[in-house]
């Protein structure tokens, strides 16, 4: 199956970038390129794109599609919090600009072995990276019922997660939970009928909060933005792309961190904590899809992009 994820709000993220000829760009979440490709039209044969991905069918697809642009389009597989660690190796201390797009390709969603949808019956996975140990059955089969608890309460933001663990921990007493569709249909049996019908497939906030906590990806995204900002050139472009309110919100508040990260009492006539702006949100509010877009793309509805610029 070939790996398919159409980019999202992609003129809006290439204009946020400001991309320009001769420029070194790192995207962090590659997939299957559609960003990266038009990254690498646009820096010309003097400018120098890295792409990184944790996911081998990723990497597989997007080394085989970039490989017209020679030199200039590098992939490396990895996670992008490694990425100040990737770039140190090849000698660059400074970029012109990053991107995060942190949506699941449609690839992953749509290929059943990789266990990420609550419609496709299939092994509980749902790793990113499949070289990791943990997978979706063991948080699902181990975990005790009260962290199962919050992790579908703060990752999933479900209403009913107190009844869904306990609907899980009885379940898997009586043999252990390994496919999606066992897993949707006692979600499923866990909230009350009348609000099955609200807010789309009723697995799917707790499909999200396992996918979370599998993949670590609240932490990762909020441990490593501020680092990579510090890694921006002046005037140089950070775009990141968001598809729930958690994400949004660890990106929104790190932008603003870094637009003003005072820690003064609002009290003091003057900043004496020394800690000066490293930029500017060039976006108050989120950029999101076009009309058309959603239209042509539906998985695209839920998307948000963030701009910051370095000084």
Avoid: W
């Avoid at 005790?144 to 919050?150: G, N, V």
């Avoid at 996918?211 to 609240?218: A, G």
């Amino acid at each position: 199956m070939e790996f398919v994820h159409k980019p999202v709000l992609l003129e809006e993220t290439l204009d946020g970038l400001a991309v320009k000829l001769g420029g070194i760009y790192v995207d962090g979440t590659l997939g299957g390129a559609g960003h990266g490709s038009k990254i690498c039209e646009r820096i010309g044969e003097n400018g120098l794109f890295i792409g990184i991905d944790q996911d081998a069918d990723a990497v597989r697809t997007s080394t085989e599609r970039l490989k017209v642009f020679g030199d200039r389009a590098v992939v490396i597989r990895s996670n992008y919090s490694n990425m100040v660690q990737v770039l140190a190796e090849m000698g660059i201390d400074k970029v012109d600009g990053i991107l995060l797009d942190l949506g699941v390709s449609s690839f992953q969603l749509d290929t059943a072995e990789r266990g990420f949808s609550y419609r496709i019956d299939a092994p509980l996975d749902m790793r990113m990276d499949n070289r990791q140990e943990i997978t979706a059955a063991d948080v699902v089969n181990n975990y005790p019922e009260d962290r199962l608890f919050h992790i579908i309460k703060d990752y999933g933001e479900d209403r009913f997660a107190k009844n869904i663990a306990k609907h899980i921990a009885a379940e898997r007493i009586k043999s252990p939970i390994l496919t999606t569709i066992r897993l949707a249909e006692i979600v499923s049996g866990a909230i009350p009928a009348k609000f099955k019908k609200q807010g789309g497939h009723p697995a799917k906030r707790t499909f999200q909060a396992i996918r979370i906590e599998v993949n670590h990806e609240l932490d990762v995204l909020s441990q490593n933005i501020e680092d990579m900002i510090d890694i921006l050139k002046s005037d140089g472009r950070f775009c990141i792309i968001t598809f729930h309110s958690l994400e949004d919100r660890i990106v929104k508040q790190a932008f603003r961190k870094a637009e003003n990260p005072c820690i003064c009492p609002p009290s003091f006539p003057v900043c004496v904590c020394g800690n000066a702006p490293k930029g500017r949100m060039v976006t108050r509010k989120p950029i999101f899809p076009r009309i058309e877009e959603m239209e042509q793309n539906p998985r695209s509805k839920s998307a948000k992009l963030r701009i910051f610029r370095h000084n």
